[in-house]
């Protein structure tokens, strides 16, 4: 059951009550989602959000995703709407998270929503996190499980050697499925989509039968994570390369490239879905090799190639 990390544990009907107990005493755990692994908190608790924010030395005006089980407990904390319901039934427990009005009534500690009127809702598939979920009187906040701006986790190692023994459980749920994170979509005014992700704009505009818009450049902070320099190894990167010298590391795609030592391929297939679940993977792995430049291969942007892209601009700076 113990990995090198004592802090590791598989998924079993221990885990799952020592987990609930941390929960509950506000402390900060280390949970598998289907998109990346996340830093979760009681909502509800200005000590538990504390922490998160201290843990991921993240700035607090950037708000926190909270996490539901289902509908039920939603309505407590924020106003539903038609556009919603109708991406809930098709999409939901999956990887999208909606921007919705904050009620009045609201418990949701206002630091983990930045002060703001609003609150990123999201409703995970993953079944080890949902049954924890089920179990909880609350909803849980639960960022990506990196250092603000680094690289999002995609397996309970990467959790581990983020942050050590500052976090005393991390449940194991195996590689992330789908490697980036959530589609996050506004539905306050216009519908934008603020972070693109697998579920596409297209997919949201059909099931809802009208335009759905593609945030460009902020003008106010809406997703305020997706400003800066994100998601990144920090380490140069130069994209739409066709090649790397063989000092520095160069991530390609399909099989147009060279298999050097320095390549490393996100997906041989030219097969986008893999290719997501491989970037993180690969950031971290060439971070790890010390490669001090970074250059990246066109990758299409089509699907959640759209994604991708987006995280490679934001990694490049
Ligand atoms: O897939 C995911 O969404 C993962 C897993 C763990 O669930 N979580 C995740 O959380 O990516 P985080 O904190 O790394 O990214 C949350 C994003 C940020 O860009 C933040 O600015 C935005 O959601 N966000 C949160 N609340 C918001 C709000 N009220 N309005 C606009 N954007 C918001
Ligand atoms: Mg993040």
Known sequence: MKNIYSNIFKFNKNTLSKTLKYLKRNNIVGLPTET??????????????QKIYS??????????????????????????????????????????????KKKKSSKICSLATANLNTVAVRFPSNKKTRA??????????????????????????????????????????????????????????????????????????????????????????????????????????????????KNHAFISFGKKHKNTKNTFNLSKKSNLDEAAKNLYKLFRKIKKLNYKKIYVAKIPNKGIGVAINDRLTHAAG
Request: overall charge positive.
């Open 55 to 100: 843990l991921k030395k993240r700035p607090k005006i950037n708000p926190l995703i909270i996490h539901y089980y289902n509908l039920k407990s939603l309505s407590d904390d924020v106003e539903i709407g038609k556009n919603f319901l109708k991406l809930y039934k098709r999409l939901c427990p999956g990887p999208i998270t909606f921007v919705m």
């Open 132 to 245: 924890i979920l089920s179990k909880l009187n609350f909803p849980l906040a639960i960022p990506s499980a990196n250092k603000s701006a680094g690289i999002s986790p995609v397996n309970a190692m990467d959790v581990a050697e983020e942050f050590k023994n500052k976090i005393k459980i991390i449940v194991d749920g195996g590689n992330s499925k789908i490697g980036i994170e959530s589609t996050v979509i506004d539905l306050t005014e216009r519908i934008v989509i603020l972070r693109p992700g697998i579920i596409s704009g297209k997919k949201i505009s059909k099931i809802l039968g009208r335009k759905v818009w593609i945030i460009k450049k902020h003008k106010k902070i809406k997703s305020p994570g997706a400003l800066k320099k994100h998601y990144s190894p920090n380490i140069p990167m130069k994209l739409n390369q066709i090649k790397a010298s």
């Open 36 to 49: 990346v692994y996340g830093l979760a908190g009681n909502a509800y608790s200005k000590r538990s959000i």
